[in-house]
């Protein structure tokens, strides 16, 4: 079975701080990529960035990155110089190649301060 | 590039009527997907479609939610008829096909449905 877990119902943080969004998961697929979507409150989920089980180097895409430790079945993400427009829901994802299917964690809302 | 498209953006109706969504995929992407997501949650997937054809149906409640992809671009959603545990955000989304899997899916604004 496939599991993601975001253990953060809720975070803050300052204004150009980095912040980190936790993401652990659980499957037997040898080969699976790891998705981060941004939900604002108008309701479309926007990708950030992937990880492929295989990748050997971590996600970088702009000021986001994905901090992927393979064998504590992790993917963290990390914001730097957090945005008031960061402000949103972040959910994890897994796609695992045996079932073809994009599982969701939860969520963490993400609230910036000025 | 025009984004996933979905209409409407609102829908309230009463409960045991019917209700139909719409969504309009990515040019070139032959994969279009029906989520469902309830407050709180993450989304949770209906259906998907390779062209015209649906693959992966195991989550859709076929009593009272039909799909169809006819010409292999467009989609609609249909709940018939609908009840109050149906009021939820009916995400569209939509991805390339290039058989290696993991392909970014990319979502539309979503439905989002009240039933009363």
């Known amino acids: 079975a496939q599991k993601i877990t975001q253990t953060q119902p809720g975070m803050f943080v300052q204004e150009k701080e980095a912040v980190t969004l936790d993401c652990t998961y659980d499957t037997s697929d040898q080969s699976y990529g790891l998705f981060w979507y941004k939900q604002p409150s108008s309701g479309e989920m926007i990708f950030l960035i992937y990880q492929g089980s295989y990748d050997e180097q971590n996600a970088t895409e702009g000021r986001y990155s994905l901090n992927f430790q393979k064998a504590r079945k992790s993917a963290n993400l990390v914001i730097s110089a957090s945005q008031l427009g960061d402000s949103a829901m972040y959910f994890c994802?897994?796609?695992?190649?045996?079932?073809?299917?994009?599982?969701f964690g939860t969520g963490t809302l993400l609230a910036v301060q000025p | 590039e025009a984004g996933v498209v979905q209409s409407p953006r609102y829908k309230i109706i009463e409960k045991k009527q019917p209700v139909a969504f719409w969504c309009n995929p990515i040019s070139g992407h032959n994969t279009l997907y029906w989520y469902l997501q309830n407050l709180g949650q993450g989304p949770e997937l209906l259906i998907r479609y390779e062209n015209e054809e649906a693959v992966d149906d195991s989550q859709l409640p076929k009593d009272r939610f039909s799909a169809e992809r006819l010409k292999g671009v467009d989609s609609t959603l249909k709940i018939q008829p609908a009840e109050l545990g149906d009021s939820a955000v009916y995400l569209c989304a939509s991805s390339t096909s290039t058989g290696r899997g993991q392909e970014t899916q990319y979502f539309g604004p979503g439905t989002r449905l009240l039933v009363l």
């Open positions: 994802a897994l796609h695992g190649g045996a079932t073809n299917k994009l599982i």
